[in-house]
């Protein structure tokens, strides 16, 4: 996450945006990692993928109720539209998100 841009500011634009939740110590996040960078090539400029350390931001993961990571939100204009805990492969979460990207 950038230093120059607050959460709320990442979250509340006008693209889309993934954020995902994760520890650098969880392993499950390391193996959503790579997936994620898939991701990120499929849809280019349509997404923003930001990533939250929770170790580092427990404010902002305690703010969004994260109880398990990797967990994963997109936000439309700093609403929640979308959320899933686990692992999903790039192709899954494309599937899964692409009706909000599109409403």
């Not at 520890?23 to 499929?42: G, R, S, V």
């Not at 280019?44 to 703010?63: C, F, P, T, Y």
């Amino acid at each position: 996450m950038s230093e120059k841009m607050n959460f709320q500011e990442w979250i509340q634009g006008d693209r889309p945006v993934l954020v995902d939740f994760f520890a650098d110590w969880c392993q499950p996040c390391k193996i959503q990692a790579p997936m994620l960078e898939e991701l990120k090539h499929q849809m280019g400029e349509q997404l923003i993928i930001l990533k939250v350390d929770v170790d580092r931001n427990a404010a902002i993961s305690q703010s969004m109720e994260i109880r398990n990571i990797p967990t994963m939100i997109l936000f439309k204009k700093g609403q929640a539209v979308w959320r899933h805990s686990g692992v999903l492969r790039a192709d899954q979460i494309k599937a899964e998100i692409q009706p909000y990207l599109n409403a």
